[in-house]
């Protein structure tokens, strides 16, 4: 049975290592593709999903078909303790037994209980292994089993992923012709990013010209105003200037006048203070 086992393994390593290399296939295969529409991501996924249910029904009968055999194989090799040989000799055991001491009935008894556990013994043995033919027989049955059951994923794979690459395919021309579509739509925002930008320049353009020109007129104007300020000014200052000078001759006149008065007054009182001086001597 230890030898059964080795070969089930195997088996089951050889279809597992083709269940990844269909797995990486089918990967690679969606791989391919970054964009999916709806439509079309569904049916991949159906096709996927039947292919799967196909694989695995596939590896249901391939271990059902397994234990079928294996239960074959442990019907057929076990037989009944009775009709099988002895592994030692009992007359050889009763004599010993005898010569030890036990009576006749008591070797008797010993020994058939030592030929029951020991066909006990090897039936347990056998329930865990087979012969050589028995298993080459299982072998063959296994590796017919497996052959069938690549036949079948060969025959999946032509179908089923033909449907995919085909599926693929379309999805391709599909994002070619968006991508086409997105370039065009760049293509055109680019345009028109472009002409507002360039209306927005004329724009911005225009804008300084008009308030360079503003600033100039008000430049201007403010020179205009000092220069009348200043004007004006100056006209004031010499109006001063004039008023200050006649003014200065009418203070010249007036003290001139004052000091005329004052003389005429001394003399006149020096005159009448003589006159009465004259009279008193």
Do not use: P
């Amino acid at each position: 049975m230890a030898a059964y086992s080795l070969v089930c393994t195997g088996a089951c390593t050889c279809f597992r290592r083709k269940s990844r290399a269909c797995g990486y296939i089918f990967g690679s295969c969606c791989n391919r593709v970054t964009l999916w529409h709806n439509k079309d991501f569904y049916t991949g996924m159906d096709t996927a999903v039947s292919f799967l249910k196909r694989t695995r029904s596939l590896v249901r009968e391939l271990s059902t078909s397994i234990k079928a055999l294996q239960y074959d194989l442990k019907k057929m090799d076990m037989a009944k303790s009775e009709s099988r040989k002895f592994f030692f000799d009992t007359h050889a055991v009763v004599r010993l037994l005898e010569e030890n001491g036990f009576s006749t009935q008591q070797a008797e008894v010993i020994v058939n209980a030592l030929v029951r556990i020991t066909n006990s013994n090897m039936d347990v043995i056998y329930k865990d292994m087979v012969t050589k033919v028995q298993q080459e027989i299982m072998l063959q049955r296994v590796m017919s089993q497996i052959a069938a059951v690549k036949k079948d994923m060969i025959i999946l794979e032509k179908s089923e992923f033909s449907a995919l690459l085909s599926e693929n395919e379309k999805v391709k021309i599909e994002l070619l012709q968006l991508k086409m579509q997105l370039a065009d739509v760049m293509n055109k925002v680019r345009s028109d990013n472009l002409l507002d930008m360039n209306l927005e320049k004329s724009r911005i353009k225009e804008v300084k010209a008009v308030n360079e020109r503003k600033l100039l007129e008000t430049r201007t104007e403010m020179m205009e105003m000092s220069a009348e300020q200043e004007r004006h000014l100056t006209q004031t200052n010499m109006k001063i200037d004039t008023e200050m000078a006649g003014l200065k001759t009418m203070l010249e006149s007036h003290k001139l006048d004052t000091i005329k008065y004052l003389a005429g007054s001394v003399f006149t009182c020096l005159t009448v203070v003589l006159g009465f001086y004259r009279i008193w001597m």
